[in-house]
């Protein structure tokens, strides 16, 4: 990997961008890279949760490499690579393991777009997050301002595309962008326990939850998600997995 360091440890996955020279912004290369690692791990049953982050402590991801992206001059150029990056990040969103964006700097435009595909977010006290499309005179392009709107709410959502302010970590906390927010120093710990949290868990367990909720953000009707949650339950029901903590309550019952 050129544009990335990755790390597993206790089921959880860690993939830096490794571009700190560039404020870790996204290139074609790692774009190819994430897209590479996603399909490795997919079915990996040494992973459970994977965690984004940045290289050093000044950004997680600063947008698209413009050094790249600003070759294309006019739709005909930009929306095939728009689309490129809008793939990964539904693949992101669409990834059957948990996501966890771990902000440790500076999240600007198409970074803040990344983080918001993620199922988590965590953020360091010193962090800052901008939805600054609007002040380039663009809109979000690789479907963040979509998927804001449906985690904040119109509104809430719109305060932030609208006005493309720089906001403390607090704030986006307030707003329910961020999950919590922990000191500098503590981010890393703080957020690979709540990952080890989940991964100390089965995987057809942990699986069966995300996909609840992708149906709930992908608008599925209460009655079908229901459905789907009981068929999941039931193909789960009497495992080995699920029998071995269930049997010695059960033999205790019988024996009694």
Not at 4 to 30: K, Y
Not at 43 to 59: I, P, Q, R, W, Y
Not at 165 to 171: K, N
Request: net charge neutral; hydrophobic share 40%.
């Amino acid at each position: 990997m050129k544009t990335l360091s990755l790390e597993v440890h206790e089921g959880v996955l860690r993939i830096t961008f490794n571009r700190p020279d560039v404020r870790n912004a996204l290139s074609l290369e790692m774009i190819d890279e994430l897209n590479e690692v996603l399909d490795r791990y997919r079915f990996d049953a040494s992973v459970k949760v994977l965690v984004f982050t940045g290289a050093g402590d000044k950004a997680f991801m600063a947008g698209g490499d413009l050094q790249q992206f600003m070759s294309a001059r006019n739709k005909k150029e930009s929306y095939p690579v728009l689309k490129k990056v809008s793939r990964l990040l539904q693949n992101i969103a669409d990834y059957p393991k948990p996501t966890v964006a771990m902000i440790n700097g500076v999240v600007l435009g198409g970074g803040a777009e990344f983080a918001t595909a993620c199922d988590f977010r965590f953020a360091s006290d010193r962090a800052k997050i901008g939805f600054v499309q609007i002040g380039m005179h663009i809109i979000t392009g690789w479907g963040g301002g979509s998927r804001l709107i449906r985690k904040l709410g119109s509104s809430r959502a719109l305060s932030l595309l609208l006005t493309g302010d720089l906001m403390a970590a607090s704030r986006a906390a307030e707003l329910g962008f961020v999950n919590e927010i922990f000191e500098h120093e503590r981010l890393e710990d703080e957020v690979m326990s709540f990952c080890q949290r989940i991964a100390r868990h089965d995987t057809a367990s942990i699986k069966g939850f995300k996909e609840l909720a992708r149906l709930y953000e992908n608008g599925t009707d209460l009655d079908v998600s229901i459905e789907r949650e009981l068929d999941i339950c039931s193909d789960l029901w009497g495992s080995e997995a699920h029998y071995s903590v269930v049997r010695p309550f059960v033999e205790k019952n019988k024996s009694s």
